[in-house]
């Protein structure tokens, strides 16, 4: 399975960014996984940001991006995406997707729960 994320770049404050995510190589169907956003700084370990359940019918979110960023999947596409708005400085950093297969409604935070990884995309906030 590969995960290409892109979308990033430098944006101001208070912009907008979405970032699309594209699977490739599957084994099972996509909608068989499920889908999540990371991110890292260089001065810190990677951090959940979203998840999107198998079906696309949940969502869970990092309280520090709630009611800001969406995740959403287009099965069809094979694909999952982040839209940023409303960002914050303290947003910079790399975005990486993950995809779990699973069935579960269960939101999961964890890393070890994510079988493959995007390379990342970097995300710059401006003040």
């Known amino acids: 399975v590969q995960l290409q994320a892109s979308g990033g770049g430098l944006v101001q404050a208070g912009g907008s960014l979405r970032l699309p995510c594209a699977a490739s190589?599957?084994?099972?169907?996509?909608?068989?996984?499920?889908m999540a956003w990371f991110r890292q700084t260089p001065w810190t370990e990677r951090e959940f940001v979203a998840w999107?359940?198998?079906?696309?019918?949940?969502?869970s979110y990092a309280e520090s991006v709630k009611g800001r960023f969406t995740i959403s999947r287009d099965i069809a596409k094979n694909a999952v995406s982040l839209q940023m708005n409303s960002l914050r400085p303290e947003d910079t950093a790399v975005y990486y997707c993950?995809?779990?297969?699973?069935?579960?409604?269960?939101?999961?935070?964890?890393?070890?729960?994510?079988?493959?990884w995007g390379r990342g995309t970097l995300v710059t906030v401006s003040s």
């Open positions: 993950a995809a779990a297969r699973t069935f579960s409604d269960r939101a999961s935070p964890e890393i070890t729960t994510y079988n493959y």
């Open positions: 999107i359940s198998w079906s696309g019918g949940r969502t």
């Open positions: 190589g599957l084994t099972f169907s996509f909608s068989s996984y499920a």
